[in-house]
C-alpha cells in the first residue's frame, strides 16, 4: 500500500435530510430499513469510513469478465490525501474513469433523517445522496452480447426491475467496512433472452446470452487506502 505524508484537518461535511429517499445507508451500516436509531458505534463508524473514504482513498479493486482489475489515483491533481483538504481554489471532486471502473468522490455528508435543524435526527455519514454513483465497475462480454454492472452509492430512490432483455436488483453492500447502497444489473442484446445473476449484497452481477453463450460478470470487491 502506497504511504502518505501526515498532515492535520478539521473534520468537515454537508448536511443533508435523506429522508425523501426511499433506500440510504449511512456509511457505518445504518439503513432505511432499520427499526430505532442508529447506535453511537454505527455513527462513529460512519465518521471513521466517510474520512478513509474522502482522504485516504487510494484504489478500487474489482473483478471484470473473471480477471482482477483496479483504478487509482496515479495521475490526479490530488493525489496526495494532504491536497484534499478543503481549499475553495480546487475541486472537492476525487474522479477518475478508465471505461470499466470509475470512482468519484465528491464530499462528505452529514445524514439526517429529517430536518437538519434537529441534531435528533442525525443518523451518520454519507456520500453521493440521489443520482451521484460514487464506485463502479461495467463490462461488457467479449462479443458484445450481454452487460454486468454494479454501481455503490449512500441514497437513491431507484428500484428494482425486470425485463426480457435486463435485471436490476438493488441491495446493501459493505465494502472493505464501508457500508452502500448497491445497484446490480445485468443485461443481454440480440437474438435471445439473457440468464442473469444480480447480487447486491455481494456487489457483483453477471449475464449469459442464452443462444451465443457469451458471458460477462462484474463484481466490485475492495479498495486499498492510503498508509501513514
Not at 453492500?173 to 443485461?187: D, K, L, R, W
Amino acid at each position: 500500500m502506497p504511504t502518505a505524508n501526515k498532515f492535520a484537518w478539521i473534520f468537515e461535511s454537508t448536511a443533508i435530510d435523506i429522508g425523501s429517499y426511499t433506500r440510504w445507508t449511512t456509511l457505518g451500516g445504518y439503513n432505511a430499513d432499520d427499526t430505532g436509531g442508529p447506535t453511537q458505534a454505527q455513527i462513529d463508524t460512519s465518521q471513521i469510513n466517510a474520512a478513509k473514504l474522502f482522504f485516504n482513498f487510494y484504489q478500487l479493486n474489482a473483478t471484470l469478465n473473471g480477471t482482477s482489475s483496479s483504478l487509482n489515483v496515479d495521475g490526479l491533481s490530488r493525489y496526495e490525501p494532504q491536497s484534499r483538504v478543503d481549499d475553495l481554489s480546487v475541486s472537492k471532486t476525487i474522479y477518475k474513469d478508465n471505461g470499466d471502473l470509475r470512482f468519484d468522490i465528491v464530499t462528505i455528508y452529514r445524514f439526517y433523517d429529517g430536518a437538519i435543524s434537529s441534531e435528533s435526527n442525525f443518523v451518520g455519514y454519507g456520500v453521493a445522496p440521489g443520482v451521484n454513483i460514487v464506485f463502479n465497475a461495467l463490462k461488457r462480454s467479449v462479443n458484445d452480447y450481454t452487460g454486468s454492472k454494479v454501481y455503490l452509492y449512500s441514497a437513491t430512490n431507484r428500484t428494482d426491475s425486470s425485463a426480457y432483455d435486463k435485471e436490476v436488483k438493488l441491495g446493501y453492500a459493505q465494502i472493505s467496512g464501508a457500508h452502500f447502497v448497491c445497484e446490480c444489473e445485468a443485461n443481454a442484446q440480440g437474438d435471445g433472452l439473457g440468464s442473469y445473476t444480480v447480487s447486491p449484497s455481494t456487489a457483483s452481477a453477471s449475464a449469459t446470452h442464452v443462444t451465443q453463450n457469451d458471458p460477462s460478470d462484474a463484481s466490485i470487491d475492495s479498495f486499498t487506502f492510503f498508509t501513514y
